[in-house]
C-alpha cells in the first residue's frame, strides 16, 4: 500500500485521475485498518475444562476447541513488528495435525509465556499454575560457524554468483530489462544466505522436562519445543563442502507439525542448523535412547544397479538393529536416515519399469509428514520382500513394547559449544 500511495503521490497535483487514485488507494488502507481492528474485536479465547476455545470471526463467527490431552507443543513466534510493540504469536501444534491448530496472534510477550507454561502444564496434567519448566542450554552455534557453513554451502554460491553477473551485464550493456532477472535470482540468493543467518541468529538448544527448547532468530525470534517421544524420524546431511570442517545438519519428523509450507528449507523441523559430527551423533543418543547409529550394522546394493545408477549405489546402503531401521546415500551430499521401528506407520515395496528389468526394488518406510523420507533404493527384489515383512513385524514388536515416554530421565550433562 505503501508503494502504491508513492507512486500515485509523486503525480497526485498533476491530474485528476491520480488524485482520484490516492483517494480509492487511501480508502482501501483504512478500510482495511478498521477490518484488521474489528477482526481483533471479535478474537477472544479461554481455557474450558481441557480445552481452549479460540472464537473468532466478523462476518462469520468461528469457533475452534483445541483439545489439550492432544496438545504437542506451543510455540511462541515474535516477529519483527510484533517484537518492537512487546507482542507475540502463539501456534498450537497437536497429535494427527498436518500444519498449525491455532495461533493466538498477537498477545502480550508475557501473556504469551504464562499461557504457554500454562497450557503446556494442562497437558502434561500437572497443576495449571506450576509455571515454566526449567531448562539448561545443551548446544549454542556462534555466529563465526553459522556464517561459515552459509558459505560453504553450494546452493547460496549456485545463486548468488548468476544474480551478481547478471546486475554487472545488464550494468555494462545499459539493458534496464536484463535486471529484471536478477530478482528472482536475488530472492533466491537471500534466503539461502542471509536469510538464513538471520534465521538461525543466536541459536541455542536447550533440554527441559517439556522436551529440546530451541530458540533463535534475529527479525523473527522462535522459540520452539520439540516434545518427547514425538521424533519420528531423524536424517543427518553432510554437504560436500562441508566435509572438511566436519560439520553436519540434524532434521527431524516431529508429530503434529505436519508438512512444511517452504519446501527449500524445513526451518521448524531442523534441529541443528550446523554441528560438529560428534555433536549431533550426541544428540542422536539424547532423542533416541541407547540408540548407537554407528554400530547397526549395514549392507549395499546389489553390483546390477550400476545399470540404474552408475555413481550413486556405491553409496547407498540400509541395515537395521533391535531399535531402529537406517539409510545411508549420497555422493555429494551425504545423508543418514534413522527411523525407530515403533515409529514406522507403513511399510511398502515399488518397483519402476527398469528395476523390474534388473531385478530390483525400492522400500519405503513411512512416517508423518517432514523433510525424512526413508527409503532404501535398488535393493534386491527378494531382499526388498523380506525387508518389508521383517519391518512390519519389527514396527509391530516395537509398538507393543514402546512405554511411556519421560524426558527428565534422559536430563543431564552440560552445556556444549560448538568450536569452529
Known amino acids: 500500500m505503501a508503494v502504491v500511495i508513492a507512486i500515485f503521490g509523486q503525480h497526485a497535483a498533476r491530474t485528476q485521475e491520480t488524485r482520484l487514485g490516492v483517494i480509492v488507494a487511501g480508502s482501501v488502507f483504512l478500510g482495511a485498518l478498521l477490518w484488521g481492528l474489528l477482526s481483533w474485536a471479535f478474537t477472544v479465547y479461554r481455557i474450558e ?11 462469520f463467527r468461528r469457533t475452534r ?31 494427527g495435525g498436518d500444519s498449525a491448530e491455532g495461533s493466538l496472534a498477537y498477545v502480550r510477550e508475557s501473556d504469551a509465556s504464562a499461557l504457554r507454561a500454562e497450557l503446556l502444564a494442562r497437558a502434561a496434567g500437572v497443576r495449571p499454575d506450576a509455571g515454566e519448566a526449567p531448562e ?23 545463486f548468488l554468483v548468476p544474480s551478481v553477473g547478471l546486475v554487472i551485464a545488464g550494468v555494462a550493456m545499459g539493458n534496464e530489462a536484463l535486471l529484471l532477472g536478477f530478482i528472482p535470482l536475488f530472492i533466491a540468493a537471500w534466503q539461502f544466505t542471509a536469510g538464513r543467518v538471520l534465521r538461525y541468529f543466536d541459536f541455542t538448544l536447550s533440554e527441559s522436562p517439556d522436551g529440546l527448547r530451541l530458540a533463535h532468530g534475529l527479525i523473527e ?18 554437504p560436500v563442502l562441508w566435509r572438511w570442517k566436519g560439520w553436519v545438519r540434524v532434521e527431524v519428523n516431529v508429530a503434529g507439525y505436519g508438512a512444511q509450507e517452504d519446501g527449500t528449507d524445513h526451518h521448524e523441523s531442523t534441529l541443528l542448523p550446523v554441528a560438529p559430527r560428534e555433536v549431533a551423533l550426541g544428540l542422536l543418543g539424547r532423542i533416541l535412547p541407547g540408540v548407537d547409529v554407528g554400530s547397526v550394522p549395514l549392507t549395499p546394493v546389489p553390483k546390477r544397479a550400476r545399470w540404474h545408477s552408475p555413481v550413486r549405489r556405491s553409496r547407498m546402503y540400509c541395515g537395521a538393529d533391535d531399535r531402529v531401521f537406517v ?15 515403533a515409529k514406522v506407520q507403513s511399510v511398502r515395496r515399488t518397483q519402476g519399469p527398469i528395476e523390474r528389468l534388473l531385478g530390483l526394488a525400492t522400500v519405503h ?38 512405554g511411556p515416554h519421560r524426558w527428565s530421565a534422559h536430563s543431564g550433562g552440560s552445556p556444549e559449544r560448538i568450536d569452529d
Open 136 to 158: 539448561h542450554p545443551l548446544v549454542v552455534v556462534p555466529m563465526p560457524v553459522l556464517i561459515g557453513s552459509v558459505l560453504l554451502s553450494f546452493a547460496a554460491w549456485a
Open 327 to 341: 539409510v545411508r546415500r549420497g555422493v555429494f551430499q551425504r545423508e543418514t536416515d534413522v527411523i525407530p521401528h
Open 365 to 402: 518406510l513411512d512416517s508423518t509428514p517432514g523433510p525424512v523420507r526413508v527409503t532404501a533404493q535398488l535393493r534386491d527384489a527378494e531382499e526388498a520382500m523380506r525387508l518389508v515383512d521383517e519391518q512390519a513385524e519389527r514396527s509391530r514388536i516395537g509398538r507393543r513394547g514402546e
Open 65 to 95: 476447541h483445541v483439545h489439550l490431552g492432544r496438545l504437542q507443543a506451543v510455540d511462541v513466534v515474535r516477529p519483527f513488528i510484533a517484537r518492537l510493540m512487546g507482542l507475540a504469536e502463539l501456534k498450537l501444534q497437536v497429535a
Open 49 to 59: 475444562d481441557d480445552d481452549l476455545r479460540i472464537d473468532s470471526g466478523v462476518l
Open 221 to 238: 525470534h522462535r522459540h520452539q519445543t520439540v516434545p518427547p517421544g514425538r521424533v519420528q524420524a531423524v536424517r543427518i546431511v553432510q
